[in-house]
Structures are given as C-alpha cells and as structure tokens.
C-alpha cells in the first residue's frame, strides 16, 4: 500500500472514529485549529476589530454575528477542519448560521446546565425548522473555538455525554424569565443570560449527575464540535484576573429553515432587526433555496464557500 493510500485509510478511519464518538457522546474534541501563538494573535485582532463597529450587523451588545464585520472571523467559519469535521456529521451541504461570543470573566458564575434543539426558548418561536420528513439528524451544531486557555479554573465547558439522545428540557414551555422581559439587561448573576432553564425542566426533580460530566480543557486554537441537544454548561470562573474568552459558530444542513417567517426577534436582552441578515454556505451546495444567502460580509469581503478558498487570518 502506498503513502497516499495509507494516508487515505487512515483519514477514513479517523473520521469513521469521530462520527461513532459523536454519535454516542453528543460532542466531539478538542480539535486543533491554530497554534496556540497564532489563536492568541487572531484574538487580539478581534478585540481591537470590535473596537469598530460601524459595519456591525446588529446594533446592540449581544455580539451575535460578528463574521459579518470582523475579517478575522469571517475566514475563521470557513476553517477547512471545521467544515471536514461537521460535513462528516451533518453531511456536505453546510449553512452557518450564526456566531456568538462567550467570554467568561474572573469571578462569574458558571453557566447553567441547559439542552436546546431548535432555539425556540429565546423567543417561543423555532428558530430553526428542518424540513425533511422524519429527518432524525443533529438540526445544528455548535463549533467552539477557545482563543485563550479554557480550564476547569477560568470556566471552561462540561458535557453530560450522550444526553443528547433524550429531551431533558421543553423549550416550547411557556417561561416567566427571558421572554417576558426582553429588554431587561442580561446582568452576570443571570442563570442563563436572561432565561432560568430550571423552568424548562421536563422532570423537576432531575438533576444532572456532576460526576459524569467531562470537563473540555483546552489550549487556545482547540475547538469542540457539540450538538446543543447535548446538555451542557460551564465551570465557575474562580480566578482573580484570567478570562476565557471563546467563540462559536453555529451550522445547520441547508435542508432547515432559519429563522423561518421571522423579520425580527427580541431576546437576550436585545432587539435584532433582520433585515440584512443571511446565512453563509460553507459547505456543499444550497438545493433548496430556503433560506437567503450572503456571500460577502459587510464589508465587502467575500466569505470562505465552496467557491472561495479559506485564507487563515
């Protein structure tokens, strides 16, 4: 057998490994992306980029979406690991649908345990729809990417493995917290920044077991791939002085609706006009036109599709 052939056998096997873990576990990692030095120079990019936020595509403190004006993660949704490991899952055709930031300061709270499917506790509304009949796969997946160290002192995630096969919470349930105060500050000691998932608890009685979880220590550059359907939360952030600081890109087959029906939406503290929102195709093809695609960021960058080759930052 020849190297390019061992090599093809031993990609195979790899990604036969990861699909099989994935599917019993609910999540996947750490996977290298960058090297730790070049995580922590495309960070400082970002920060002094969202400085500038004249291009922003929401105009509020919420920083979801900010591929669409920081070059930096505009590449970064493309990253050619990323979309071999989630094709592998969801399969070839890939729409990303969002980005969100996820710092965790010194001193606050851990994040709740909490299990979300197709994101209708923000709003009462899904936010995604698949549209296949009796599609039975992952509806999105979750990349996160630590660009600074992630350990179980500074707040790193936790994952109950494989609880992804069964709903531990309702997110159709008719909640006091988070929606009925759309426009309250989302503050540290929030549950979940705004929302008390406790109230969407199927069972009231169940607790999670914190000795089963899996605590995701990482080195800036690494990332995990998790399905949302996967319970999970964070550690405390103990430290005196040490932020995690993380990022996540959401990615869902091109078969589901986002945001179906939906010209705004209101949660987290925060109102989202989505007028000049799209979804950026990462992956494959789109067959079914359901959603609106864009192909450049706000700044008239083009994102990393299929036709575009990723240019790491």
Same mark, same amino acid.
């Given at each position: ?8 056998? #031993? ?22 992306? $960058? ?39 505009? #590449? ?38 909490? #299990? ?66 759309? $426009? ?34 990482? #080195? ?30 959401? $990615? ?62």
């Amino acid at each position: 057998m020849s190297a390019s052939e061992q090599s093809t056998v #031993q990609t195979a096997n790899q990604r036969n490994a990861d699909i099989q873990f994935f599917n019993e576990n609910g999540f996947l990692g750490p996977i290298k992306l $960058y090297e730790p030095e070049q995580a922590k120079a495309i960070l400082q990019k970002i920060r002094l980029n969202n400085l500038e936020r004249s291009h922003i595509l929401f105009d509020n403190d919420v920083n979801y979406d900010r591929h669409f004006d920081i070059p930096e993660l505009t #590449q970064h949704i493309g990253h050619p690991t990323i979309v071999e490991k989630i094709s592998s899952i969801l399969g070839q055709d890939i729409l990303c649908w969002r980005s969100e930031f996820f710092p965790k300061f010194p001193k606050s709270s851990g994040t709740e345990w909490h #299990q979300v499917s197709n994101y209708q506790y923000a709003t009462g509304t899904p936010m995604l729809r698949p549209t296949l009949e009796n599609y039975s796969g992952p509806l999105d997946l979750t990349v996160w990417t630590a660009f600074t160290e992630a350990t179980i002192e500074n707040g790193c995630m936790k994952f109950l493995p494989g609880s992804h096969k069964k709903l531990y919470y309702d997110e159709s349930k008719d909640v006091g917290r988070g929606r009925t105060e759309q $426009y309250r500050s989302v503050t540290a000691d929030s549950d979940f920044f705004g929302y008390d998932f406790q109230e969407f608890k199927i069972d009231k009685d169940w607790i999670p077991d914190e000795n089963e979880a899996v605590s995701m220590v990482m #080195q800036p550059g690494e990332c995990v791939i998790f399905s949302a359907r996967c319970v999970h939360g964070s550690h405390p952030n103990v430290t005196e002085r040490n932020t995690r600081f993380a990022i996540t890109a959401r $990615y869902t087959p091109t078969h589901v609706k986002v945001y179906s029906g939906m010209d705004t939406f209101q949660a987290h503290g925060s109102f989202f006009d989505l007028s000049n929102y799209g979804c950026v195709l990462v992956s494959g093809e789109d067959h079914y036109k359901h959603n609106k695609i864009r192909t450049e960021n706000n700044l008239g960058e083009r994102f990393p599709t299929p036709a575009n080759r990723f240019v790491a930052p």
